[in-house]
C-alpha cells in the first residue's frame, strides 16, 4: 500500500465550476499535508498545508482535513484555465519531519 | 524568495557514464533532498541531506549516492549510469523541523541515458 494515494485523473472541469482534489494516506499518525501545483514541464510549487482537522482557505483554495478517515482534499473554487495542471498531494513522515510522501498526482484540465 | 537552483535542464549521457547533478540553495536551509519524479510514480526520495557531510537514505538509493560538502550545495552522482535512470531529477530544500516547513523544489533536471 503507498503511503499516499490519489486518482490520476485527468479531471475535467469547465471553467468557473468547483474542482475538488482528493488524496487519502496510511499513516493514521501523519500529522502534516500539503498540496503542490506542478505545471507540464515545471517543478512543484506549493499552494497550501494543513494540519488541523477541517477547512482552510487560501483565495480560490480551500484545503480539507479529515483525520478519522485519513483524507485531505484541494477544493479550487471558479477554476480558470490557468489553473490546469498537476496537483500532488504530499504528507510529512511523523516520525522523521525531514522526509515527505508524495503521491502520484491528479492532473485537471479546467476547460474554456 | 527562496531560490533553489539546478546545474542542468537537460542532459543526455551514455551508459556506464558517471553523472553528476548539482543543486545550491540561497536560503540557508539545513535540509536537501533528491528526488526523481516518473510518470505515474509520482515523487520519489533519493537521500537526502540534513546537515553537511550527513546523509540518510530515501526511498530508491541504489545507483545513487550524494555529497554535501557545503550548505548550500547538495549533489547527486550516479556512478555508472543505466538506461532505468532516466527520468526528471529534482531538488528540493527545507529548513529543518517543524510541522509547518515545506519543501522548495528548483526547476529539475531532465536526464537521458542512452
Known amino acids: 500500500q503507498k503511503e499516499v494515494e490519489q486518482n490520476s485523473g485527468p479531471l475535467s472541469v469547465p471553467e468557473g465550476a468547483i474542482a475538488s482534489l482528493n488524496c487519502t494516506y496510511s499513516?493514521?499518525?501523519?500529522?502534516?499535508f500539503f498540496w503542490y501545483r506542478q505545471y507540464s514541464g515545471k517543478s512543484p510549487e506549493l499552494i497550501m498545508f494543513?494540519?488541523?482537522?477541517g477547512d482552510k482557505e487560501d483565495g480560490r483554495f480551500t484545503a480539507q482535513l479529515n483525520k478519522a478517515s485519513q483524507y485531505v482534499s484541494l477544493l479550487i473554487r471558479d477554476s480558470q484555465p490557468s489553473d490546469s495542471a498537476t496537483y500532488l498531494c504530499?504528507?510529512?513522515?511523523?516520525?522523521?519531519?525531514?522526509?515527505?510522501?508524495f503521491g502520484s498526482g491528479t492532473k485537471l484540465n479546467v476547460k474554456p | 524568495d527562496v531560490k533553489v537552483t539546478q546545474s542542468s535542464r537537460y542532459l543526455v549521457k551514455r551508459t556506464g557514464e558517471k553523472v553528476f547533478l548539482e543543486c545550491v540553495q540561497d536560503?540557508?536551509?539545513?535540509?536537501m533532498f533528491w528526488y526523481r519524479q516518473d510518470p505515474g510514480l509520482g515523487l520519489r526520495l533519493i537521500y537526502f541531506?540534513?546537515?553537511?557531510?550527513?546523509?540518510e537514505k530515501g526511498d530508491i538509493p541504489e545507483g545513487y549516492s550524494v555529497s554535501r560538502e557545503k550548505k548550500e550545495r547538495f549533489s547527486l552522482i550516479l556512478e555508472s549510469a543505466s538506461t532505468n535512470q532516466t527520468s526528471m531529477y529534482l531538488c528540493?530544500?527545507?529548513?529543518?523541523?517543524?510541522?509547518?516547513?515545506?519543501?522548495?523544489f528548483g526547476p529539475g533536471t531532465r536526464l537521458l541515458v542512452l
Open positions: 541531506s540534513y546537515d553537511v557531510k550527513m546523509k
Open positions: 494543513i494540519y488541523s482537522n
Open positions: 499513516d493514521r499518525g501523519s500529522q502534516s
Open positions: 504530499a504528507v510529512r513522515n511523523p516520525y522523521n519531519f525531514n522526509k515527505f510522501y
Open positions: 528540493a530544500s527545507s529548513l529543518r523541523g517543524g510541522t509547518q516547513e515545506t519543501q522548495y
Open positions: 536560503m540557508d536551509h539545513e535540509n
